[in-house]
């Protein structure tokens, strides 16, 4: 802990940390456990073109169905999962199942897609990531223009020239990569264009807070026109209400994804979601 809070320092160890710390390793092991017996699925969340209103993309986000504890909420089990590395084994996972779905999807005849995968840092230290990614491609037969890859922005700041080179590489297959929870961390214009990113998903906090504070709306816009001239595509996370859509089409912002369009869903029920989508969008004439 006291490394956490930048060495130097100190701290007392508290009953807390040591409830905390066991908590982790039960979670640990029963991570390894649920792996191996299948206990994690993907839901999908629509993530929607602001010009058309049409879906162009679904975000894959883990899920864990512990048979005693029920649903586990990503939030408990990611930070135990890249603590402790499982988060490669978890992160490979969900690459093949995401790409296995939305090849799925295609031959089903649904429209065309972008899946998003989120990636962690660790994946990018730890994993081989360009052989997971290709071989999550080539198993399920998907395009590497339907494949996202949502990053965060500590990545592209931490070993910066050897991250560059592994992002290049995917974009050179054809892969896109968004910069996921945007305005949380360093928010560096200059390794936008380094690294020569596609999208900026504008974090969750901002939109939320659209309609109560100047400051976040103002952000808002300022990232929005950044972005475009920086020919980058936006995409605002987290959209609850009709008023924040409102503003966001009218700042510019090109997608958005949130509760107000579709929360994530398991895959038969995204897919029939999708099919209705696209009913009305002929029906409508759009
Ligand atoms: P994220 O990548 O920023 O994903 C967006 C989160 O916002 C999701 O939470 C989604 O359910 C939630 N969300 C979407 N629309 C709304 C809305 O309108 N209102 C509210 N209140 N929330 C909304 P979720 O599924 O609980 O995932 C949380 C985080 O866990 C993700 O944040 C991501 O950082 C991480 N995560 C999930 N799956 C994976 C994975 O497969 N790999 C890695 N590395 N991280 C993952
Ligand atoms: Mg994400
Ligand atoms: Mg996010």
């Not at 399920?140 to 590489?169: F, M, Y």
């Amino acid at each position: 802990h006291a490394k956490d809070v930048g060495r130097n320092t100190y701290r007392f160890f508290t009953e807390q940390m040591n409830v905390n710390a066991l908590e982790r390793l039960l979670i640990q092991n029963r991570m390894r456990q649920a792996l191996e017996q299948n206990q994690f699925t993907l839901h999908y969340q629509p993530q929607i073109d602001l010009a058309d209103g049409r879906v162009v993309g679904v975000e894959a986000l883990a899920r864990w169905h512990h048979p005693e504890s029920g649903m586990v909420p990503p939030d408990r089990f990611i930070p135990v999962a890249e603590e402790s590395g499982l988060i490669v084994a978890l992160g490979e996972w969900v690459l093949r199942e995401a790409c296995q779905q939305a090849a799925r999807w295609r031959r089903a005849g649904l429209p065309p897609l972008k899946v998003a995968v989120n990636i962690s840092a660790i994946q990018f230290q730890r994993g081989n990531l360009i052989e997971t990614v290709m071989a999550a491609l080539t198993a399920s037969g998907l395009e590497p223009d339907a494949l996202e890859l949502e990053l965060t922005e500590s990545i592209l700041i931490q070993n910066v020239e050897r991250h560059l080179e592994t992002v290049r590489e995917l974009k050179a297959y054809g892969i896109s990569i968004a910069i996921d929870d945007f305005g949380t961390g360093y928010s560096s214009l200059s390794y936008l264009r380094r690294f020569a990113v596609d999208k900026i998903k504008i974090d969750r906090s901002f939109i939320r807070d659209l309609s109560v504070d100047p400051e976040s709306a103002a952000i808002v816009r300022a990232v929005i026109q950044m972005a475009r001239s920086l020919q980058l595509g936006t995409l605002a996370e987290g959209v609850e209400t009709q008023d924040q859509l409102d503003f966001l089409r009218e700042a510019g912002c090109s997608g958005a994804q949130g509760y107000l369009h579709c929360r994530p869903l398991p895959a038969d029920a995204l897919a029939a979601f999708l099919t209705q989508d696209a009913r009305f969008a002929r029906h409508s004439g759009t």
